[in-house]
């Protein structure tokens, strides 16, 4: 310790303790990344600031949070760090514990006075966070304390809806389990049910509605369940909504129905069991276009002749009175006008 503190006085003496790299990390940053307690005493010992920034702004001692360097998060502390700086997105370093997992951090922070509501730039809290990024410890440690369970960022996400969209079953259940609203929505009018099915998480999407989430709802742009899984060509998911009683035929706000939406996409299997299910295979949506104007405009061959083979009318027009083998022609889906001549 002495002979490294004698080469550390050398170099700050020479003006190195305060060279900066290319991202404005400072010798303190790098010592709190990789965890060398001892230098960062040293560095701080000559005077290195202990809230200096990086490009990013970043301190040192959300560095150490986020790399989950517990006894040096405590000395900067003990050295005057500021347990409340964030960096140029808002995040500061309980949120970067969250994130990373690094629950006895987070208590650490908790006991000093941390905010435990804190939010980012984006409106993030540590609870959103952890949601996000699967720490369910650190979830359940959060609400335990009385973070606020259903706070949401700037795009409207709760950790509830944040969780579902990544996946995050067990933290899924949890919120569930202890009340958080299952119905909220983001600002894009989805719920943590719309999020499951957008990410094609059919396990997820069974939970909450067992859980009673509304199968009903529609987002914004009056999307429904199965049109989020049709478009999408979620297949498992929109057999599974078809057997527990939704609208096959509900259509969003452009006229959109899930037939249209995976007749466009090419979605063979969910065309196949959408008109297996009675969808009404004429509907048009505001330009007319029905489901086989639609496949042939994009170029959907074997949805084509799914739809033919359903009795779909080949002579449909859309509103400016072009029919599907006038529109495989136009695109140049030579395969659809062989067949529909």
Do not use: W
Request: charged letters at 25%; hydrophobic letters at 40%.
């Amino acid at each position: 310790m002495k002979k490294d503190q004698k080469y550390i006085l050398i170099a700050a003496q020479r003006g190195l303790c305060i060279r900066k790299d290319e991202n404005g990390n400072s010798p303190l940053h790098r010592a709190c990344q990789n965890g060398n307690l001892k230098l960062v005493q040293s560095l701080v010992q000559i005077g290195i600031n202990p809230n200096v920034r990086n490009n990013n702004d970043d301190v040192p001692l959300k560095i150490a949070s986020e790399c989950g360097h517990l006894e040096i998060v405590q000395y900067l502390i003990t050295m005057g760090a500021n347990k409340d700086s964030s960096d140029k997105y808002g995040r500061n370093p309980l949120i970067a514990a969250s994130i990373n997992g690094h629950l006895e951090i987070v208590k650490y922070l908790i006991s000093i006075g941390a905010n435990k509501d804190a939010q980012d730039k984006n409106g993030c809290t540590p609870l959103i966070a952890a949601s996000e990024f699967d720490k369910i410890d650190i979830v359940k440690y959060l609400i335990s304390i009385g973070a606020n369970k259903d706070l949401s960022d700037k795009n409207g996400y709760t950790p509830l809806t944040i969780a579902s969209a990544n996946s995050h079953l067990e933290i899924v259940k949890y919120l569930i389990s202890i009340g958080t609203n299952k119905d909220a929505k983001n600002a894009n009018g989805a719920t943590a049910l719309l999020c499951a099915i957008d990410y094609n998480n059919l396990e997820i999407a069974k939970y909450l509605i067992s859980k009673g989430a509304n199968k009903e709802v529609r987002d914004i742009e009056g999307r429904t369940l199965l049109i989020y899984a049709s478009i999408k060509n979620y297949y498992k998911i929109v057999e599974y909504l078809i057997s527990i009683g939704v609208n096959i035929d509900e259509m969003a706000d452009n006229s959109d129905t899930p037939l249209l939406c995976a007749s466009q996409i090419g979605g063979t299997e969910s065309v196949n069991i959408l008109l297996a299910a009675g969808a009404n295979k004429e509907a048009k949506d505001i330009g007319g276009n029905t489901p086989l104007l639609k496949a042939s405009s994009n170029g959907h061959l074997e949805v084509v002749k799914l739809l033919v083979s359903a009795g779909a009318n080949k002579d449909a027009r859309q509103s400016l009175g072009y029919n599907a083998r006038d529109l495989a022609e136009m695109n140049d889906h030579r395969d659809i006008v062989e067949f529909l001549d």
